[in-house]
């Protein structure tokens, strides 16, 4: 690691460090690189997995206690939509809460405009904000504002043909059967701890959890909200309603022939599309390995410390325990994949 003006700098690989790539799974425009490892660290817990009491206490202020012996650490961009008359919240950045704590974060986000009232201690269902939104939330991280992602709500739900306003519910209700049809669809593996996201070929997020149990906890937030949605968006891009079974299959999959002869035959191609999609699955991870990432350290608590990535290809959070990254989420940016596209893009020809 090097240090630059009091920022740190690191490489994709150091985030991915003691992972392997597990086979690729894909599903319409959407694709998982699971990342498997055997570096499991249970001192550490989610909201989820830890059973964490979430409350509010004035809008823009988002609580947590921790009832356990371990760790809390918050993902970042964690969010709640409650059925009770109370204002969403979220967070705008990944936090830690200590064992048998209890910690407030005045730098949270209301994501309902109009709608009054505190949440009451409880445990809801997490989300993850949607992609679209999740680079936002990190430039307003600091800032002391209740209404400081209406905006950007209002933007996301138009482009998304539901109605504007700061109301994310509304996107949520409206695309609820997609949303958690991407939730049946992609699973866990044995021993994962993060993924690689692709959607329309691209890799648009790297994700990683302290261990397994943690991943399991926070594996459908990530895939049905946060990249989801992005998913979602492609497919209207290409003129499909959802990507599910009528959205056309991205390039990297490779259809079965159709003059096969037998059940041999079939299983022997079967083995050899396996063989490729595994193949490009590590092809897509050598390819990520020295991306640099530039961190500024955001906060220390209970010896983890919370640093945020200047925004580049990714941007994100990553928490660290010493020089051990025990969790990190990074969302490529909105820039690096509308430039990508452009580089990507066939050269003219006649």
């Keep these: 690691?090097?240090?630059?003006?009091?920022?740190?700098?690191?490489?994709?690989?150091?985030v991915l460090h003691?992972?392997?790539?597990?086979?690729?799974?894909?599903?319409?425009?959407?694709?998982?690189?699971?990342?498997?490892?055997?570096?499991?660290?249970?001192?550490?817990?989610?909201?989820?997995?830890?059973?964490?009491?979430?409350f509010t206490t004035s809008y823009g202020t988002l609580g947590f206690r921790n009832p356990g012996n371990r760790?809390?650490?918050?993902?970042?961009?964690?969010?709640?939509?409650?059925?009770?008359?109370?204002?969403?919240?979220?967070?705008?950045?990944?936090?830690?809460?200590?064992?048998a704590g209890e910690r407030s974060?005045?730098?949270?986000?209301?994501?309902?405009?109009?709608?009054?009232?505190?949440?009451?201690?409880?445990?809801?269902?997490?989300?993850?904000?949607?992609?679209?939104?999740r680079e936002r939330a990190l430039e307003v991280r600091k800032e002391t504002s209740y209404n400081k992602l209406w905006d950007a709500i209002s933007r996301f739900n138009q482009e998304m043909g539901v109605q504007g306003y700061g109301h994310l519910e509304f996107f949520?209700?409206?695309?609820?059967?997609?949303?958690?049809?991407?939730?049946?669809?992609?699973?866990?593996?044995?021993?994962?701890?993060g993924a690689i996201i692709l959607v329309d070929d691209q890799v648009v997020g790297v994700e990683r959890?302290?261990?397994h149990a943690y991943w399991?906890?926070?594996?459908p937030c990530l895939i049905r909200e946060c990249y989801g949605s992005l998913a979602i968006r492609v497919a209207q891009l290409k003129g499909e309603r959802v990507p599910g079974e009528k959205a056309a299959a991205p390039a990297s999959r490779t259809p079965l022939p159709d003059d096969i002869g037998s059940l041999v035959e079939l299983e022997s191609v079967i083995a050899e599309i396996a063989c490729q999609?595994?193949?490009?699955?590590?092809?897509?991870?050598?390819?990520?390995?020295?991306?640099?990432?530039?961190?500024?350290?955001?906060?220390?608590?209970?010896?983890l410390t919370v640093e945020t990535i200047e925004p580049g290809r990714f941007t994100g959070q990553v928490v660290r325990d010493g020089e051990r990254i025990v969790y990190a989420s990074l969302p490529a940016t909105n820039k690096w994949l509308a430039d990508n596209k452009w580089r990507t893009a066939k050269p003219f020809a006649m």
Excluded at 1 to 14: E, G, H, L, S, Y
């Design 277 to 303: 999609e595994d193949e490009r699955a590590k092809a897509t991870v050598r390819e990520l390995l020295d991306e640099q990432l530039t961190l500024t350290r955001d906060e220390s608590t209970a010896g």
């Design 71 to 99: 760790l809390l650490i918050v993902p970042c961009h964690a969010g709640y939509v409650v059925k009770q008359a109370a204002q969403d919240h979220a967070m705008a950045h990944a936090g830690v809460v200590r064992s």
């Design 105 to 133: 974060f005045k730098t949270a986000m209301c994501i309902q405009q109009s709608q009054g009232g505190f949440i009451q201690r409880g445990s809801y269902r997490m989300l993850i904000l949607p992609y679209a939104l």
């Design 172 to 193: 949520l209700k409206h695309f609820q059967k997609e949303l958690d049809e991407f939730v049946a669809e992609f699973e866990c593996v044995p021993r994962q701890i």
């Design 18 to 54: 003691g992972c392997t790539p597990g086979r690729i799974q894909a599903v319409g425009y959407m694709q998982v690189i699971p990342l498997v490892s055997e570096l499991s660290d249970d001192r550490f817990v989610s909201p989820v997995e830890g059973e964490a009491e979430v």
């Design 216 to 219: 399991q906890s926070v594996w």
């Design 1 to 14: 690691m090097v240090f630059r003006n009091r920022q740190k700098t690191i490489r994709v690989a150091d």
């Design 209 to 211: 959890a302290p261990s």
